[in-house]
């Protein structure tokens, strides 16, 4: 069997040598330009979410009322228990 050879742990770079991060290299107007867009872009997707939930709705709701007219449809789908209604 061969030996394992160990291998020192490199030591952990001081915190002041970190690499410059893109939000040091912007300017704070861009960076609150981009965060600007950012809040601008999740409201308008929770805006499209809440009208599609609501259209979705809206569109059960003709459903239901579509079929609550047709007789067909209650006659399929009503209780046929008429025993507890017999005296």
């Not at 069997?1 to 915190?15: D, G, Q």
């Not at 600007?36 to 979705?56: D, F, V």
């Not at 709701?61 to 209604?85: G, I, P, Q, T, V």
Request: proline share 5%; aromatic share 4%; charged share 45%.
């Amino acid at each position: 069997m061969s030996a394992k050879k160990k291998r020192a742990n490199a030591p952990a770079p001081p915190a002041s040598d970190k690499p410059a991060t893109l939000k040091d290299l912007l300017g704070a107007e861009t960076v609150a330009k981009l965060k600007a867009q950012a809040e601008a872009l999740k409201a308008e997707e929770a805006k499209r979410q809440e009208e599609r939930r609501q259209r979705e709705k809206e569109e059960r709701l003709a459903e239901e009322k579509r079929l609550e007219n047709d007789f067909e449809y209650l006659l399929n789908n009503s209780r046929s228990d008429w025993k507890k209604f017999k005296e």
